[in-house]
């Protein structure tokens, strides 16, 4: 079995230098290079301050150097870790460090990358001899330090008998799943599974943002309020160990200085602008919602957050409508002074099932393009390694999704399309729906901003609906271009258009 004992990594960023941390305190000797020197210099800093890590970092300030720095043993493979900001910097490296790359390296680009690239890099190192991985690391820098949960695809071999065995030493661990990586199948695979991971990353971002906005408006609670009932919902129940529930109480409870409340809340004074998706700096939203589209699976869910985050980070176009427009602003809600207890329990709820509405969207999405690409992978294995170290971790959801997806793959049944389709799901849907209704008609009625809540509404109405509005749709497009229809009376199951058409329009 491959043992490293040295590793390099390009990139020395958040994620980078911490993964370097990390690695070095696995007792591997750590290559670091990175454009901007004195990010390396800062790792290379925060190495020094612990016995375990100290020493182990070296920071390169040219690829000759730094591809030198390994023992060049051609009987072992070299192990090279990218993480980079997505796009052109990966093919920039490549093109630096190519000519010291030997036949049989290993390189795992652990950035957010588009899997289209991924695969494109793949079949331009195969050529080389170059084994190329694209893996998805999730949970940001902090657990980029304690151990992330990681989804690597590629080459089969290469993952299974040199890259796993050393990738459960720095993943993340879970109580009921172990180790928080997997191989997750061939090709871009790897990097798919981590889109999507954001996809639903996002649409609970907003889920969890709405509901802090109708705290704050709707009942007038203080930060430190809303911060004890997110932190008690994520201690029990269907959000229980829901990390962005948990982490919102903390975001609640922060003040400046400690727990002295006269310091403020480091929350209040933070501008309400995303702007990830504005300045491309991030990829993985638009390309989930791209990806949706192509694969035909409705993500309303998903589509709702990433447009609030979009308007979110245009704050001078959003200045200047204000001053045209006497629009409503969220406001307290009278009526909930008397309901105060029963209507958290309805938010609490509706919150839980958004959530699952972004899961479904994004699980229904990497098994369509699974089918598609025939990549196999396995849904329970990427539940089990959402478990921990990641963004999404939701305890219920896991313990829910995971048996039901592992007991039809060990069934061999015609895999899992559509989660909603799950009793369990569907009975948890239609348990909280009705909460969900009168949180969103409420929250309306006084202002508050709940685009992701709505459209998870209007996705459980309508995806359980036989009677949609569309039968005129399809009218109309019949009308104007000839599109046709099928028949209520003839009952057509598949998804084809319909073979009739009428002349609408009078002669
Ligand atoms: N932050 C997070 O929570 C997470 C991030 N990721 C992904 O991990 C990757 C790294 O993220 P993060 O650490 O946050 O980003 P950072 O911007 O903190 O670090 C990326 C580093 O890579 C450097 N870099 C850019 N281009 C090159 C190049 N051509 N050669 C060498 N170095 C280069 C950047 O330098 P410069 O600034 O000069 O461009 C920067 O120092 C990204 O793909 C990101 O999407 C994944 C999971 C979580
Ligand atoms: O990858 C991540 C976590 O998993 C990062 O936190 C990322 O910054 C969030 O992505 P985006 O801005 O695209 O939503």
Redesign the pocket.
Known sequence: MTKFSRIGI???????GNMSLLFAEHGLQVSL????QE?VQAVIDMAKEQDNTRDKVTGYKDYETFMKSFNNDKQQPRLLVF????GH?AD??LASIRQYLNKGDIILD????WYLDTERRQKEMDKLGVYFIGMG??G??QSARRGASLSPGGNKDILDNVLLPFLRTVCAKSEKGGECVTNIGPAGSGHYVKMVHNGIEQGMLSIVCEAWGIFHALLGFSEDDIGQIFTDWSTKSELNNNFLIKIGGDICTRHYKGDDPSSGHVLDDIEDKVVQDADNT?GTGVWSLQEAAQVHISAPTIAAAHLLRIASANRPDRIEFEKLVKLEKPRLADVLKEKTEEFIEDLRGAVYISIMASFAQGCNLISATSHAKKWKIKMSEVIRIWRAGCIVQSDYIADLLQPLYLENEKANDEPITNILLLKPVAADIEKYYPALKRVVLLAIEYGAHVPALTASLEYFKYVSSTELPTQFMEAELDYFGAHSYDLKSEHAMNIKKGPHHYEWKKP
């Open positions: 390009i990139g020395a960023g958040s994620m980078g290079y990175d454009v901007k990010s993480s980079i900001t997505h910097p920039d490296v652990g950035g957010n990358e690391v999730s940001g820098y991030e």
